[in-house]
């Protein structure tokens, strides 16, 4: 026998449902458009460690932006919650810097396939350090998970192993992210969006020591210069040359001696791409942000199950969207692969229930 909804019960489910409906599709389209962005400036700039401490920086940035000027009300924190957040910080920047060192080797498409693999890694740790035992049906859904995955992964035209390693190291670091952070907010006053925004804050304090480590300012410099010089003369019509050159010269504030019509070329190459790729590594850090503060705020709403489910299908638009903008060949097989892996999780998230 069904039971009776009342008209006020079922309008109030709609509305949750909608509003639940909107925080996905937001996630998602900023997700989209980070990876677009990100792998933008990876492809000119490629040291993931600073761009990943970027995006920290610009998150944090934000918030503290956003409670000083109490468009965000702060959340009250103490040294327990700091210390509780500590290894859920831990695991989101291995599991940030992760992901993004494996972006940089290989194409958008397939570290996502390899991170649509997430469920295994959840099943396999819980199993096998939390001792957590599961229906048979949920580790007969990790064959196709992890077999699909496997596929994709052989079949990878542009096959790298550090990207590889670096989606699977991320995986498993953002299992213990999501075991730690459920543990972390249970109880906690601290909303979904201020959660996400202390996570950002201590990362950021993880991450720049390594990041500074790892690669550096003088890499860094060293690699701004090539990325200005070898894509920059692509983006020039020649006839607009002379036309914005006073303009931007002006904007960027760059005072060199011009002496001849090639040192003009040479400072609005510089100036566009240095424009151009400040909007790209601000665009891709703002965005990071954006997309991790509303899924941790639908995190808020729904079951963590729920969650993972959106979040593979996140990554279907991702992969899709990533494979159109960056004309990425891909076989069938290689295709094969990732849909058994995407259909997997779909399997996993029916057995789960
Ligand atoms: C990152 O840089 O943190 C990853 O791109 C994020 O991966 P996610 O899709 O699991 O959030």
């Known amino acids: 026998e069904?039971?009776?909804?009342?008209?006020?019960?079922?309008?109030?489910?709609?509305?949750?449902?909608?509003?639940?409906?909107?925080?996905?599709?937001?996630?998602?389209?900023?997700?989209?458009?980070f990876n677009i962005y990100n792998k933008k400036v990876l492809n000119a700039f490629p040291y993931p460690w600073l761009t990943s401490t970027l995006s920290l920086a610009a998150g944090s940035l934000i918030m503290l932006i956003s409670w000083a000027t109490r468009i965000a009300e702060a959340p009250k924190t103490d040294f327990n919650f700091w210390k509780a957040l500590a290894?859920?910080?831990?695991?989101?920047?291995?599991?940030?810097?992760?992901?993004?060192?494996?972006?940089?080797?290989?194409?958008?498409?397939?570290?996502?396939?390899?991170?649509?693999?997430e469920p295994a890694f959840s099943v396999l740790v819980s199993r096998f350090l939390l001792g957590e035992t599961f229906p048979v049906p949920v580790y007969l859904s990790l064959v196709p998970i992890i077999g699909g995955c496997a596929l994709a992964a052989v079949t990878e035209l542009n096959f790298n192993m550090t990207g590889f390693m670096g989606a699977m190291i991320s995986n498993l670091a953002f299992v213990f992210r999501n075991i730690f952070s459920k543990k972390g907010m249970k109880g906690l006053s601290v909303s979904g969006m201020n959660y996400y925004a202390c996570l950002s804050i201590l990362s950021l304090f993880i991450l720049t020591p390594f990041a500074i480590a790892v690669e550096g300012p003088q890499m860094w410099a060293a690699g701004w210069q090539t990325a200005l010089s070898q894509i920059g003369p692509n983006f020039i019509c020649l006839g607009?040359?002379?036309?914005?050159?006073?303009?931007?010269?002006?904007?960027?504030?760059?005072?060199?001696?011009?002496?001849?019509?090639a040192d003009l070329e040479n400072i609005l190459v510089y100036a566009t791409m240095n424009l151009l790729?400040?909007?790209?590594?601000?665009?891709?850090?703002i965005?990071?942000?954006?997309?991790?503060?509303v899924s941790y705020m639908s995190l808020d709403e729904i079951s963590p199950l729920t969650f993972s489910i959106g979040n593979t299908m996140k990554r279907i638009s991702v992969i899709v969207s990533s494979i159109i903008i960056?004309?990425?060949?891909?076989?069938?097989?290689?295709?094969?692969?990732?849909?058994?892996?995407?259909?997997?999780?779909?399997?996993y998230s029916q057995a789960k229930q």
């Open 87 to 117: 290894p859920v910080a831990v695991a989101h920047t291995i599991g940030h810097v992760a992901a993004t060192v494996s972006m940089s080797k290989v194409a958008v498409s397939f570290t996502h396939i390899i991170k649509s693999g």
């Open 287 to 293: 965005f990071y942000h954006l997309y991790n503060q």
């Open 240 to 261: 607009m040359k002379a036309v914005f050159v006073r303009a931007l010269i002006a904007f960027v504030g760059v005072s060199v001696p011009i002496t001849s019509f």
């Open 326 to 347: 960056f004309r990425t060949p891909v076989q069938p097989v290689n295709a094969l692969g990732a849909a058994i892996a995407v259909l997997g999780t779909f399997l």
């Open 277 to 285: 790729h400040n909007r790209w590594i601000a665009a891709q850090s």
């Open 2 to 33: 069904v039971p009776e909804i009342s008209p006020e019960q079922a309008r109030s489910d709609a509305a949750q449902r909608l509003k639940i409906g909107i925080y996905f599709a937001t996630w998602w389209a900023l997700n989209v458009v």
